[in-house]
């Protein structure tokens, strides 16, 4: 089973970036599917989450109204579109996965499955 992600990169500020999370090894359909990320010295946090059929979608207070997650379960991948990219938004992006939302939001130290990390650098 594994978490693919890419799409990673260095833009300026104001600007955009799309990542992709494609899953591998089962289908992940009944998952709810998520991004985290982590900056440099600083704690791993929740980015956004969306559910098995796509219905519901959460956000970090800090990226809300820039970015959008969505999901192709015909693809078994997930996506982070980020737009208006801050220099606080730089940092090692992780996909995850795990079949309960509150989990996903609230106890990502007891998620399922995870992606290695593409990183976003917003420089200024």
């Known amino acids: 089973v594994q978490l693919q992600a890419s799409g990673g990169g260095l833009v300026q500020a104001g600007g955009s970036l799309r990542l992709s999370c494609a899953a591998s090894g089962r289908t992940f359909t009944p998952y709810v599917l998520g991004w985290f990320r982590q900056a440099p010295g600083k704690e791993r946090e929740f980015v956004a989450a969306i559910t098995s059929s796509g219905g519901s979608t959460y956000y970090t207070d800090s990226v809300k109204g820039r970015f959008t997650i969505s999901r192709d379960n015909g693809k078994n991948t997930v996506y982070l579109q980020m737009a208006s990219l801050k220099p606080e938004d730089t940092a090692a992006y992780y996909c995850?996965?795990?079949?309960?939302?509150?989990?996903?939001?609230?106890?990502?130290?007891?998620?399922?499955?995870w992606g290695k990390g593409t990183l976003v650098t917003v420089s200024s």
């Open positions: 995850a996965a795990d079949r309960s939302i509150a989990t996903m939001r609230y106890g990502d130290s007891g998620v399922d499955y």
